[in-house]
T-cell receptor
Framework: RKEVEQDPGPFNVPEGATVAFNCTYS??????FFWYRQDCRKEPKLLMS???SGNEDGRFTAQLNRASQYISLLIRDSKLSDSATYLC???????????FGGGTRVLVKP | EPEVTQTPSHQVTQMGQEVILRCVPI?????FYWYRQILGQKVEFLVS????????KSEIFDDQFSVERPDGSNFTLKIRSTKLEDSAMYFC????????????FGDGTRLSIL
């Protein structure tokens, strides 16, 4: 089983719509969780950290379910600039390596 | 906002040659990393470095690879004898290391082995 699994997509989303997708992780010892975004042939950039109680940053909402070992990301009012690959990332502890999922590709269309 | 910088942005090298990829992490960060991403694949961990020594390495990081922090600012990845399969984007990252703090990535070096 892969350590971090994501639906590769693509998710084709009309501009202004809402899109949501999940990832699952296998290591129950994982402690910190993040969503990064990656544009084509660019570096991963932090989108948001994911907290146990769930958290929101503008149009983005992240949820964590430790019991089921999944993380979700919801994007409201999608913009064309949201088109990217969204990477689910977990780590066991502060300073430890990041483990990446394969990414979920989102295409926002006019 | 401080950022991680990497040089060169693109390196083309003949198979069997040595390459050195350079990174300048964010200045108050204590943990440094190298990751790679083969085209079309996921980002993979190579090595982490803390307190002037390797703290963890993956099975990819064999004896052809080495890292060094030669001074207070640079962090380098050396590949001694490159292979075709070393062609990838190589990303350097750093973090202060407190719980929950994310790693910040440089914009990468594209390594092409001919």
């Amino acid at each position: 089983r892969k350590e971090v699994e994501q639906d590769p997509g693509p998710f084709n989303v009309p501009e202004g719509a809402t899109v949501a997708f999940n990832c699952t992780y296998s290591n129950s010892a994982s402690q910190s969780f993040f969503w990064y975004r990656q544009d084509c042939r660019k570096e991963p950039k932090l989108l948001m950290s994911v907290y146990s109680s769930g958290n929101e940053d503008g149009r983005f909402t992240a949820q964590l379910n430790r019991a089921s070992q999944y993380i979700s990301l919801l994007i409201r009012d999608s913009k064309l600039s949201d088109s990217a690959t969204y990477l689910c990332v977990v780590t066991r502890a502060a300073g430890n390596k990041l483990t990446f999922g394969g990414g979920t590709r989102v295409l926002v269309k006019p | 906002e401080p950022e991680v910088t990497q040089t060169p942005s693109h390196q083309v090298t003949q198979m069997g040659q040595e390459v050195i990829l350079r990174c300048v992490p964010i200045s108050n960060h204590l943990y440094f990393y190298w990751y790679r991403q083969i085209l079309g694949q996921k980002v993979e961990f190579l090595v982490s470095f803390y307190n002037n020594e390797i703290s963890e390495k993956s099975e990819i990081f064999d004896d052809q690879f080495s890292v060094e922090r030669p001074d207070g600012s640079n962090f380098t990845l050396k590949i001694r004898s490159t292979k075709l399969e070393d062609s990838a984007m190589y990303f350097c990252a750093s973090t202060a290391g407190q719980a929950g703090q994310p790693q910040h990535f440089g914009d990468g070096t594209r390594l092409s082995i001919l």
